[in-house]
């Protein structure tokens, strides 16, 4: 079942509230500059529903400004399903109580088989993209209900203020490639590099033995959601999507091509 859990502590004042007596306080930054401070309490108001695995706060035009990502993963039902959640928020904490800005929340109800939704840290940021004080927060997370290794679905979502929101969603890098040992290679689809639907026809045409269902590993859908936002939104997110989708591919291409480590019985045996 879902939880929610209300973190107590004094909000006033607000910024020493927020940044004294906090266990751990990291400071990072975005890629254009816009300062964000990782925190591990978050202040009394904030709603954080199942697991906190992020908190961050920042400022803009708009005041002090707090972001809290949680997830949770339940235990098996009778019937042998599971089910998973991942969600988010951002706050202005700048008054008397935090005022929610917007909210994000996505299920995988009664999986027969794994559940699971994560978020995929390095995909936050927070940018000021326009450049007039007003910041946009992005947040990506993996989303599946499977049985075996194979991408998942992946989403990108940008909020602008409280009723704006765009989105790329598609297919990750996870279970892309395998290593083939009679090659002694990687074997699979390469990452795209161009995710317009005569883009990835392309590449399906040099590895037919794929399959030709579109989006692609490591591809969205379609940019809808950017037909009347400003160009420097679909900019940042297209760029942004390849980036994460390189890391996720380095890294799992790396752990295919790992060697398998003996085990004790291959170590005594004849």
């Not at 009778?78 to 951002?90: E, I, L, P, R």
């Not at 989105?167 to 995710?195: F, I, K, N, Q, S």
């Not at 091509?257 to 291959?266: H, I, L, R, Y």
């Amino acid at each position: 079942m879902n939880s929610v859990q209300l973190l107590r502590g004094r909000l006033r004042p607000v910024l020493m509230g927020l940044l004294v007596g906090v266990a751990c306080v990291t400071s990072v930054r975005a890629d254009d500059g816009v300062a964000l401070t990782s925190i591990d309490q978050v202040p009394d108001g904030v709603e954080v529903r199942g697991k906190q695995v992020a908190a961050y706060t920042w400022d803009d035009r708009q005041g002090k400004n707090l972001l809290v990502l949680a997830e949770q993963v339940s235990e098996r039902e009778d019937d042998g399903t599971q089910s998973a959640f991942v969600y988010a928020a951002q706050y202005l904490i700048d008054g008397s109580r935090p005022k929610r800005v917007w909210m994000l929340y996505d299920d995988v109800q009664r999986c027969e088989f794994d559940a699971a939704l994560r978020f995929d840290r390095g995909a936050t940021k927070v940018t000021d993209l326009t450049g007039d004080g007003v910041t946009q927060a992005t947040v990506g997370y993996s989303r599946t209900c499977t049985s075996d290794v194979s991408p998942n679905e992946f989403k990108l979502i940008m909020h602008v203020g409280k009723s704006q929101k765009y989105r790329l969603r598609g297919v990750d890098r996870y279970g892309a490639a395998w290593w083939d040992e009679e090659a002694g290679a990687l074997r699979g689809m390469p990452l795209p590099t161009d995710c317009s639907v005569a883009g990835q026809q392309a590449l399906v045409s040099q590895y037919k033995e794929q399959g030709t269902e579109l989006p692609l590993p490591g591809c969205y859908g379609d940019e809808k959601d950017f037909a009347k936002a400003p160009e420097a939104y679909l900019a940042f997110m297209r760029q942004h999507w390849f980036a994460l989708m390189q890391k996720q591919d380095a890294e799992w291409s790396q752990a295919q091509a790992q060697p398998s480590q003996p085990t004790e019985e291959d170590d005594t045996a004849p």
